[in-house]
């Protein structure tokens, strides 16, 4: 499925959005199109609060270069959390608990737990498909289809 085919509900991860910002990247144009896909009426657009967190470390590291200083970083991610049409949600007690019951159903451990954690909240939110470079990380998560809008 392509991207432009989605309608319904849709969680846009981490990585998207942090190409949606670099404007040097390859992927820039993709990502930004991704993003506006939050204007059409047969779309709702989510992210998490995981998701804006995890971008300040990778738009601040090594693996951008060169890395956005602490200020630059800020106002993109305070900038895409305030896109209008794009809803943030918050991750709870009861997100993490479920979280920790698709680590241990997965065999899950480290740093995986934490696209696990968005596939619980996106199972509580009855959100069916994550926009994601990272597909095979949500591949055997039941109820929910990754889309690769890169590939």
């Known amino acids: 499925m392509r991207v432009e085919e989605i309608t319904g509900r849709i969680l846009v991860d981490t990585n998207v959005l942090i190409y949606a910002t670099l404007e040097a ?16 009426p047969e779309v709702e657009m989510f ?3 995981q998701n804006l967190a995890e971008m ?22 305070l900038s895409i959390s305030q896109l209008r049409g794009l809803t943030v949600l918050p991750i709870t007690p009861e997100g993490v608990h479920q979280a920790l019951d698709l680590c241990v159903d997965g065999g ?26 990272n597909v095979k990380d949500f591949m055997s998560i039941e109820g929910i289809t990754p889309i690769n809008p890169f590939g």
């Open 56 to 77: 300040y470390p990778n738009l601040t590291g090594p693996k951008n270069q060169p890395p956005d200083s602490p200020e630059i970083a800020r106002d993109k991610i």
């Open 108 to 133: 899950v451990t480290r740093q995986n737990y934490f696209d696990r954690q968005l596939a619980a909240l996106m199972l509580r939110e009855k959100i069916p498909f994550i926009i994601t470079e």
């Open 47 to 49: 992210v998490s609060v």
């Open 25 to 40: 990247d390859p992927r820039h144009d993709q990502a930004r199109k991704v993003l506006a896909r939050r204007y059409y």
